[in-house]
């Protein structure tokens, strides 16, 4: 067993904080405001949607020191162990100056009732040290997670454009002290095991993953917190709770990436933003798809382990990864064995885990050259939203065009992602046409029944479905949309 201590510690801006009781729900949010009367950093939603509480969080990282935005609503205290929080507190400019991008708002009327405009601040802060001239699309994307009822947008995405009129990113404080930071951080990293509270309600952040093995098969009903994007709402929505707590955000050893004999190895506490890069220019698809879960705020917290891990019917990640034909490796222990992804997923609720086990690693064959592969994503609004259904589809064919392979999955479909395994089964083998495919639709029927929510009816959700077949098919040949399923058709 690690050495223990028994308290967190991390830099708040520029002061050095030590916790030593801390409760596993406890979130930043209500720290910050509660605690250090930092109420810069607004309630808005309480789930991650609306950006008001945005703050940043700087972490080491193999690339160094590295700040990104993140929603303080949902993240945990217990999950900031050797991190450096920053709020909208702690921006300043020259003397008596207003720091540039709060003035760049002022000067651009980007703020009007003014509840939104810290966290807007902090997420244009994050997206500014990293692009001190940033393109539309850079600005679009880095506030995807903050939504403001009054200004349109219009004037926050000209005052983006123009902070760095008002001073350099490269003499910002945060990059000047950067180094002191860091070593700071360092300092921190001691080797070992942070235990706060007694009996159930403890919180645990493990020294490493071997740490967090043994620590799992004597704690196996404990609730594992990695980027706290799902876990989050259980406690601000649902008031579940989730003690003992186990934090695993920080364990290196789960966030590798790396790739041999043409298959992505994603440790499970790899974020989307940091397996972006990777997933983006070896499987482009899905590039489009991970700028689409959540807001970037999300992104940056979010774990393809975690999106996995909880089997939800509607997580992006699984239907595409299951097309791809990925594997995934499970730890309990020291013991590992590796499984196809598609058979974790058992039923509602329900996955292939046991007592003590949890999910190390996914593997992801890169499509070959000559397969076709592309993911859609039905959703109310386009940015930001859950998945009313998602279709993923892995094409390969024969030299003579007929469908010598297919693999289709979709999420939102059923209790669990799932394959259209009647519909591929009406593909392989036949010509790739017009007629094929209008065939095999009538398969929908036998592999979903979709049920009625919140986000789509079920006639629509097998509307869809069956439309994103079709969908497929035209960009694959390249043909106009040679026929239309009607709304009866889909029912």
């Known amino acids: 067993m690690a050495e223990t201590r028994n308290e967190i510690r991390f830099i708040l801006n520029g002061s050095d904080v030590a916790l ?9 949010l209500d720290w910050l405001r509660l605690n250090r009367s930092l109420r810069g950093t607004k309630e808005g939603c309480a789930e991650g949607d609306c950006g008001a509480c945005t703050v940043l969080v700087g972490k080491l990282s193999t690339e160094g020191l590295v700040y990104e935005s993140v929603n303080a609503c949902i993240r945990f205290v217990g ?14 400019g020259d003397g008596e100056k207003l720091h540039p991008v709060q003035q760049a708002m002022v000067d651009f009327h980007g703020s009007q009732c003014g509840f939104c405009t810290p966290g807007f601040i902090m997420s244009l802060y994050g997206l500014w040290m990293k692009t001190p001239d940033p393109s539309n699309a850079a600005i679009e994307k880095a506030l995807q997670g903050n939504l403001c009822r009054c200004t349109g947008y219009e004037a926050i995405m000209r005052a983006a454009h123009a902070i760095s009129s008002y001073g ?18 360092k300092a921190l990293r001691d080797g070992a095991r942070v235990e706060i509270g007694s009996g159930k309600a403890r919180l645990i952040v493990p020294a490493s993953v071997d740490d967090f093995a043994a620590l799992l098969e004597e704690e196996p009903g404990a609730t594992i917190v990695a980027g706290s994007t799902d876990v989050g709402l259980w406690v601000t929505k649902h008031m579940r709770d989730i003690s003992p707590a186990i934090f695993i955000g920080g364990l290196e050893g789960l966030r590798t990436t790396s790739e041999k004999d043409g298959v992505i190895t994603i440790g499970a506490g790899v974020t989307y933003t940091e397996a972006f890069e990777t997933l983006s220019k070896r499987v ?45 490796t499970l730890r309990k222990g020291e013991a590992r064995r590796t499984i196809p992804l598609e ?4 039923a509602y609720g329900k996955q292939d885990r046991q007592p003590g086990e949890f999910v190390e690693s996914v593997h992801v064959p890169v499509p070959a050259k000559d397969t076709k592969f592309a993911v859609y994503k039905v959703t109310k ?22 469908v010598a392979d297919i693999r289709i999955a979709y999420g939102g479909m059923a209790a669990t ?7 591929e089964k009406a593909l392989i083998g036949k010509t790739w046409s017009e007629a094929t495919v209008e065939a095999a639709m009538a398969q929908y029927a036998s592999d979903f029944t979709p049920l009625t929510d919140m986000r789509a009816t079920a006639e629509y959700r097998a509307l869809a479905a069956k439309n994103l077949l079709l969908r497929f098919y035209i960009e694959t040949t390249g043909t106009k949309a040679p026929f239309q399923v009607s709304r009866n058709e889909a029912a």
């Not at 058979?343 to 058992?346: A, G, H, K, Q, V």
């Open 20 to 28: 030593k009781d801390v409760a596993p729900d406890a979130t930043l």
């Open 79 to 92: 999950s900031l162990d050797g991190t450096h929080v920053v709020t909208v507190e702690h921006l300043r």
């Open 168 to 185: 350099r990113a490269a003499k910002d404080p945060l990059a000047v002290e950067r180094d002191d930071i860091t070593a700071r951080l």
């Open 284 to 328: 482009p698809a899905l590039g489009p798809l991970v700028d689409r879960i959540g807001g970037e705020q999300v992104r940056n917290m979010g774990t393809i382990g975690g999106n996995i891990a909880n089997g939800s019917p509607i997580g992006d990640m699984p239907p595409p990864l299951i097309a791809l034909g990925a594997q995934l």
């Open 343 to 346: 058979t974790f997923f058992i």
């Open 381 to 402: 609004r386009r940015d930001e939203d859950i998945t009313a259904t998602l279709g993923a589809f892995n094409l390969t064919l024969a030299k003579d065009g007929a």
């Open 417 to 423: 992602p799932k394959r259209a395994a009647a519909v």
